[in-house]
């Protein structure tokens, strides 16, 4: 009898008080570093296995559940897990203490770029990190196509991806878009009442129905708030000041909160061709001390858009402009993170039960490593030739480096950064202090 009972308490999650709930948040936040593989492992390890909030079971399905949203999985499972032990506060309290530890760090260090960023020891030192960041994409690469391409389509479609982004140009929203259509429709339907008992599947599966067409109302409810909290601060400096630049940094993140599927790596992509090419808001190599601040610090990677914030808005008018810049930035990345798991976190039970939701899920999978695929041969090609052109071929417009303008450092360093990441496994944290030590003794000769 004790067995049994140990084991049904191993299944009950415990309810936690807040104060337990915001110190072990902010330990989270102020030790998620590594990305989101290794945030998510840490919130596995410190939620399920040692605090018991969730069980295994309602972990992995919020994990899957998180995969369908744009935006950082890692920050909206932290929410998810706030809002399942203790409702909308522990959801907030949850998110914020994730990302703030990260954001003020990553500010801090923004400001010391932009104000610092032409001495020949920070040079050197982001030299180093540009190449680590490499090695650690073309690795993020390798991990997810081995995640992803386990039947023959995927492979195609992460073809597709990459043909469309890379030499055609094609906006990245629309490549998700078809990527996900074509796996909602080849997703098969579901065979749940075929079984003897057809009538009693029958009776829970209208139950169930009734159960979703009952939350609708205070799903209509949290959207509207949340669309209204999300977008009140742009409408207003729009209305009350004559700020371009914020404007711009709003729209323009705010549309990345929602079209960027796949992960941080994905996000990258669209994120850097934009920012440099559009907007010139930043350089490709600024772009990649921007990846290689947030790879150093806690919190989600897709903090780096508070640097591109801060960066443009410090450009445009000073330091009091880059901060509103950064702070515009935050509040539009990561409020809809709290949107989507508030209004769809109800559904979640019956989402995890819709295989043409999860077929399409594969195939944003799928097309995320076309994605990175094009992301790496970009930042390839940036990085270590400081010249580029693009040559038009028909509707392909490819990039053709101009060989003689390689940097042999880059190469060099990016060479170790792959040796000790691929073959000894080095964490990103030591690759990145090696590379930048290495960068500093080759350019200043320390």
Known sequence: ???????????????????????????????????????????????????????????????????????????????????????????????????????IIVLG????????????????????????????????????AKRALYLTEHWFIAAFAFICLFLLEVPYPLVIALSAGY??????????????????????????????????????????????????????????????????????FSKLAVVTFGGAYAVLAYLAQDVVNQWGWLTAGEMMDGLGLAETTPGPLILVTEFVGFIAGYR???????????????????????????????????????????SGLAAITAAVVGVILNLSLWFSLQVLFENVDTQTYGPFKILVPIFNSIDWRIVFLSGICAVLIFRFHWSILPVLATSATIGVILTVGI
């Not at 936690?16 to 290794?38: Q, R």
């Not at 972990?59 to 998810?80: H, R």
């Not at 000041?241 to 404007?247: G, Q």
């Open 183 to 252: 796996g909602f429709l080849r997703g098969e339907k579901s065979n749940s009442v075929t079984r003897l008992d057809t009538d009693v599947s029958v009776d829970k599966t209208e139950q169930k129905n009734q159960q979703i067409k009952g939350l609708l109302p205070s799903t209509v409810f949290t959207v509207s708030c949340w669309l209204l909290i999300w977008w009140l601060p742009i409408v207003a400096i729009d209305y009350f000041f004559e700020l371009p630049i914020l404007i711009q940094i709003g729209a323009f």
């Open 109 to 144: 260090l923004a400001i010391i770029y932009a104000m610092l960023g032409d001495l020949a020891l920070t040079v050197a030192l982001f030299l180093g990190i540009k190449a680590a960041v490499l090695i650690v994409v073309v690795e993020a690469l390798f991990r997810v």
């Open 316 to 358: 445009d008018g000073g330091l009091m402009l880059g901060l509103s810049a950064a702070l515009i930035t935050l509040w539009v990345t990561f409020v809809p993170c709290f949107m989507w798991i508030f209004a769809g976190a109800p559904y979640l039970e019956w989402i995890d039960r819709q295989p043409r939701l999860k």
């Open 1 to 103: 009898m004790k067995t049994l009972k140990n084991s049904l308490d191993a299944l009950t999650p415990e309810q936690p008080n807040y104060v337990e709930t915001f110190w072990m948040w902010a330990k989270i936040g102020f030790l998620s570093f590594g990305g989101p593989a290794a945030q998510i492992a840490l919130m596995h390890r410190m939620v399920v296995i040692q605090k018991g909030w969730l069980n295994e079971k309602q972990y992995l399905n919020a994990l899957g559940f998180c995969m369908l949203l744009p935006g950082p999985e890692a920050m909206q499972l932290a929410i998810y897990a706030g809002w399942k032990t203790q409702g909308t506060l522990g959801g907030l309290l949850a998110g914020l203490l994730f990302v703030l530890p990260g954001a």
